[in-house]
């Protein structure tokens, strides 16, 4: 199944793709995508509609965070052994946690604004997996059971912000419109093994980034018992899972966002994101 939250932002409605590829509104069977209706009892019960019944809904309207009321978004660093050669880093011993926040949030294809003072905006291809059910001190054999589904996400990164003005990475990584997710929420079930799917990232159509989640440090199942060791996951939390070769930072030389710049990135089975890059403006943030 393919969830998706369509309309202006702020006021997004449910909604499915249906095997046609066609958007079905769902707002009579509930009132929005989030920790409530990712339960799994309740996406069995979605599951189990006939999809043909439900309104088509008209014209190709904006497509929203694909889920609301995001509690936490805990990004995972360097899980790609290659990215994290081309970032100057041993690979981890242990996964590297970071936090998103959740103002960041942003569709999937909503304009990416480059923050104040930056001059480093980078890209970042990734699948993100998002929790179901709570999970605290989850087994790696059962962790799997917490997911709700899986999308993309595009975890951009101002990389001086995130290494050279100090803490933790989060500064990097939170700036308004620096989250985009989506397009569709698709379902475990749909999606299978997590770790067989390819992920790739164009700007202004070349290609930077080519991988596959078979090349993860540390695959969902353990990132998911591995946090949960730390912090409790709730349904609707969202982990993204590291970036595979190909950021800007890694190029040599480097090469980061500008103004005019296009995004366009996918994940094997969960579509397609495409994003025009812009200078921050006020009237362009969601807050
Ligand atoms: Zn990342």
């Known amino acids: 199944m393919k969830l998706v939250r369509y309309g202006p932002a702020g006021s997004e409605k449910p909604g499915l793709i249906d095997s046609s590829g066609d958007l079905r509104d769902l707002s009579g069977k509930i009132d929005d995508l989030d920790a409530q209706s990712l339960a799994p009892d309740s996406l069995a019960r979605l599951g189990a509609l006939d999809a043909s019944a439900l309104a088509l809904v008209p014209g190709s309207p904006r497509l929203g965070v694909p889920l609301s009321g995001i509690g936490k978004i805990v990004g995972v660093g360097l899980n790609y052994a290659d990215h994290a050669a081309e970032s100057g880093r041993p690979i981890p011993d242990e996964p590297i946690l970071f936090a998103k926040q959740t103002t960041a949030l942003n569709g999937p294809h909503d304009r990416v604004m480059i923050p104040r003072n930056s001059t480093k905006t980078d890209w970042e291809v ?20 917490h997911v709700a589904g899986y999308c993309i996400a595009n975890d951009v990164s101002e990389r001086d912000f995130q290494i050279r003005r100090g803490g933790d990475w989060q500064k990097g990584k939170s700036c308004d419109s620096f989250g985009p997710l989506g397009p569709w929420l698709v379902t475990a079930d749909e999606v299978g093994d997590p770790q067989n799917l390819r992920l790739w990232l164009n700007l202004n159509g070349e290609t930077m980034q080519d991988g596959s989640t078979a090349q993860m440090i540390f695959g969902v199942a353990h990132l998911i018992s591995y946090i949960s060791e730390f912090m409790t996951l709730m349904p609707s939390d969202v982990i993204i899972t590291g970036t595979p070769p190909g950021v800007g930072a890694g190029r040599k030389p480097p090469c980061f966002l500008a103004p005019g710049d296009v995004m366009t990135l996918g994940v094997e089975g969960l579509g397609e994101q495409c994003q025009d890059v812009i200078a921050y403006s006020k009237s362009n943030s969601a807050h």
Not at 128 to 145: F, H, M, N, P, Q
């Open 126 to 145: 990734e699948l993100a997996v998002v929790i179901g059910s709570r999970a605290t001190y989850v087994t790696e054999d059962a962790a799997l059971s």
